[in-house]
């Protein structure tokens, strides 16, 4: 599993921007996978978690718990109260040189399959599907990101939204990218949701690459990674 990323009170953030904490774990389960549904409808463990008994908010949660979310931790969330002090928007990073570029690593799968109880049968066919589509070993081509620091994860409640939120969020992690020696941001958006890109080039984001459906077992509509200077 991912070493923490950096201490929690390392960098300054911007102005009521917090970072997140245990109690805020169920809200980041909702934003995790809140933040995949735009332009598929489904989260990337649905179909690996089918027949587990576990839902997919439980199973976000789960990976959070006990350390094992590969593409952001409990301490890489930054988050942005509502007015009445509930969470209400959210947006994780995580350092892409890792030699596992996968959201779940075998460890990790290890920690997460215990702490749920799952018997030896249930975790079995967990991994075969979720190996099926991300392969053995976590260094596919299209699990590759063209800067070091990667955004991930990030949603805002329904009653919360163009607001301005997001940008926030990013500048948050924009400031805290700099104060660690990154020179750009990564982030991701689903092939064909332009939407979700033109609100990226909003941000100054740039497109670098595609990878189509083919990269994906046609499992998946593709991805689109972007960059953003700093």
Do not use: C
Request: proline letters at 7%; zero cysteines; a negative charge.
């Amino acid at each position: 599993m991912p070493e923490p990323l950096v201490e929690p009170e390392a960098v300054d953030t911007n102005p009521g921007v917090r970072r997140a904490h245990a109690a805020d774990i169920p809200f980041l389960a909702w934003a995790m996978y809140e933040s995949m549904l735009p332009g598929v409808g489904y989260g990337i463990f649905d179909a690996a978690l089918e027949g587990s008994g576990t839902d997919p908010i439980a199973f976000h949660e789960a990976l959070l718990e006990v350390g094992a979310n590969n593409w952001g931790q409990l301490d890489s969330f930054f988050i942005i109260d509502a007015p009445d002090g509930t969470p209400g928007a959210a947006m994780a990073y995580f350092i892409s040189s890792m030699s596992d570029r996968r959201p779940l690593t075998a460890q990790g799968f290890k920690a997460v399959s215990a702490h749920l109880g799952w018997s030896p049968e249930v975790a079995r066919e967990f991994w075969r599907k979720y190996t099926s589509f991300f392969g053995l070993f976590g260094n596919a081509p299209q699990l590759e990101h063209p800067t070091d620091y990667v955004l991930e994860y990030a949603a805002v409640r329904p009653d919360l939204r163009r607001q301005g939120l997001y940008g926030r969020l990013i500048e948050a992690h924009a400031r805290q990218a700099r104060a660690l020696g990154h020179t750009a941001l990564g982030n991701t958006a689903i092939l064909g949701n332009d939407k979700v890109l033109g609100a990226m080039a909003k941000w100054g984001f740039e497109e670098h690459a595609r990878f189509g459906p083919e990269h994906y077992r046609g499992q998946f509509p593709g991805m689109i990674r972007v960059v953003k200077a700093l």
